[in-house]
């Protein structure tokens, strides 16, 4: 903590926000918000207190102040020399959507998700029918599906959501196989497709593409092809290669830009695009 921001420096300022004054409470807010991390003990202290004004304005502040702790965390991850851990990505993500979700339990949802498919793996089975029990038990039995009704939802990015309604888009469901995939030591890669992201399961001696968002169904290269062309892009093969989980990360952060733009969110359009520009500042493909 600098010298000039000391404890009762910053209590000081939270007083102030008590303020009858417009003007002040308005320059002590920024003032809060340009001291971020150092304020926010403080400003939550005051959240919690009875005061119902100085509640109010601190919570004001601190939302203010989430999407800089954010950038910070999204900055440390991205400084790895090798790829970033998606899992802790799309829950700093998820985070930025909803700041109350837990991320802890997001991850003991996934853990019981691989636990309840573990006795049907085998590995040294045949790829096919690895990933059929796969697909069968996440897309059947526990019911995830594409959400085609609602495809612009935000909620369709965020996994606490999509844990919950069992529905996203074709990237969100793409990772819950890899998430799952990782668990079981299960070779599930992304395929980023333009327009429509898939999964593969990444054998060397049988590759399978799949299609998570129509629940797990096979595709042929033939295929992925017609998915392409269908969005008016010429294919190129190198569609069907791997993405790494930096540009999953990059992409599902992209794909909630162009959701928060039809929403007409623009302050929530420039902390992700800040968070893209972290990331890779790859550009905007989507889906």
Sequence with gaps: MSPNTQPPQISSLIRLLDDRDPFVT???GNRLVELGTEAVPFLEMASRGENLTLKTRALKILERIAPQELADAFRSLSQTPDDIDLEKGILLL???GHPSANPEQVHQQLDQLAEGLAPKIKLEEPATQILGQLTDYLFRRRGFHGN???????????????LKNKTGLPIALSVLCILIGQRLQIPIVGIGLPYHFIAKYNSA???IFFDPFHRGRVLTPEKCSEIVQGFGVKF????LSPVNHREILTRMTQNLVIAYQKLGEEEKVGALKEYSQILMGQRERGR
């Design 26 to 28: 308005d320059q002590v």
């Design 94 to 96: 998820m985070q930025f």
């Design 148 to 162: 085609q009704d609602n495809y612009a939802d935000p909620d369709n990015s965020y996994f606490d959501t999509v």
């Design 205 to 207: 001696a049988d590759p």
């Design 236 to 239: 190129e093969p190198h569609y």
